[in-house]
């Protein structure tokens, strides 16, 4: 099978890391992979994930500097000079920069996973517009990645999504940077008892890193015993700048790491303060790494973990509840099984488990 992946950009994000594995994993199956990525990959960090697209892989890219309508030209012709048997888009500006392409070249079978909650979309303006009725004319396919991901799909543009396909994620191995991670870390406690707790995401607003900051400066003023790592890029933002300003020096901004499998090694929690998730890939690495998650009540959370048995979660969004959920996984820590988070990993959410869903998918589309 000829398979084309489409990403805007290769940033360090949750869908560009699935669309690197899922592009990995399919090659190393013995299809013939081609990853298009729109955007110009040598731009600032639009080529974080580069590095890591196997040989296998057949990397293109656009070059496009912005989306414009020469963009959808130039997908048009790259969809064409491809031919590939499936075209897989992973987000919402390659979606619309296809919309030409689904048009008018009908040879390919076009799938997009909807890699957010689908009302997050709408703030695409003229993009969202044109999904939509790319939608409604049944131009593509739509997976989702979570049962409420599923329920926004529907609720957003009036049509059920065709599959429902968890997330993956290739396994994580540390680096030669161990060492270095590990003296890093324990210059973050402040005793030897001192619980660590981690969050990989961007500085977007959906993630809501205000409410991180805030609700984790009340925990320790309370008098716990902990420290946060935040890893991520997009804090140089006015956003992410106050974030550092009103944290307590418990918190630890450390930027953008390639190597947050050393980091998720070291710590005892993973946690999310987001507002709407679709199924975050950083939960499913911190889950191989046997991370107990604490989080906010977001969609991938609800569908993955069994509160108080194999991780904590809010009863809603307030500030409140979300630190009553982190004060509950520090008291009851002992009651989750960590070797269990490592064992759903291997059983339900390993690269090679969702590219065999998607493969199965794949093939049936072009029967």
């Not at 959920?325 to 820590?333: T, V």
Request: proline share 2%; net charge neutral; aromatic share 10%.
């Amino acid at each position: 099978m000829k398979i084309l992946e489409v990403v805007t950009a290769l940033e360090s994000g949750g869908a560009e890391r699935f669309v690197v594995d899922m592009c990995n994993q399919m090659a190393q199956d013995g299809h013939d992979v081609v990853l298009l990525c729109i955007q110009d990959p040598n731009v600032g960090e639009r080529g974080f994930y580069l590095k890591d697209v196997s040989p296998e892989v057949k990397f293109v890219t656009l070059g496009a500097k912005s989306l414009g309508v020469g963009t959808f030209f130039a997908m048009l012709k790259a969809v064409k000079r491809i031919g590939a048997d499936v075209v897989h888009l992973n987000s919402m500006p390659a979606t619309a920069m296809a919309f030409i392409a689904m048009l008018l070249y009908r040879n390919s079978k076009y799938v997009v996973t909807c890699h957010n909650q689908a009302q997050f979309e709408r703030s695409y303006g003229w993009k969202f517009q044109l999904k939509k009725l790319a939608y409604s004319l049944r131009l593509f396919e739509h997976v989702a990645i979570s049962h409420e991901n599923e329920k926004s799909i529907y609720d957003v543009y009036g049509i059920k999504a065709s599959k429902l396909i968890y997330n993956g994620r290739a396994a994580m191995r540390t680096t030669d940077k161990i060492d270095d991670v590990r003296r890093e870390v324990e210059g973050f406690k402040a005793t030897e008892h001192t619980l660590i707790f981690t969050i990989v995401a961007r500085c977007m607003e959906q993630k809501n890193i205000p409410r991180l900051v805030r609700c984790f400066n009340e925990v320790k003023r309370r008098g716990a015993d902990i420290a946060l790592i935040v890893i991520g890029e997009r804090y140089d933002g006015e956003i992410g700048q106050k974030a550092m300003a009103d944290a307590m020096p418990h918190i630890h901004f450390l930027g953008v790491r390639h190597n947050v499998a050393d980091y998720l090694s070291m710590t005892d929690f993973f946690t999310l303060s987001s507002d709407f998730e679709g199924m975050p890939v950083s939960l499913i690495e911190a889950m191989a790494f046997g991370c107990i998650p604490v989080a906010t009540p977001v969609s991938g959370v609800k569908d993955v973990i069994e509160n108080g048995v194999t991780g904590f979660i809010a009863e809603n969004f307030s500030d409140e509840e979300y630190i009553s959920a982190i004060e509950r996984a520090i008291e009851h820590r002992a009651d989750v099984d960590r070797n269990l988070l490592m064992s759903k990993y291997i059983d339900n959410f390993t690269m090679k488990n969702c590219s065999r869903k998607y493969e199965q998918f794949f093939a049936d589309l072009i029967k």
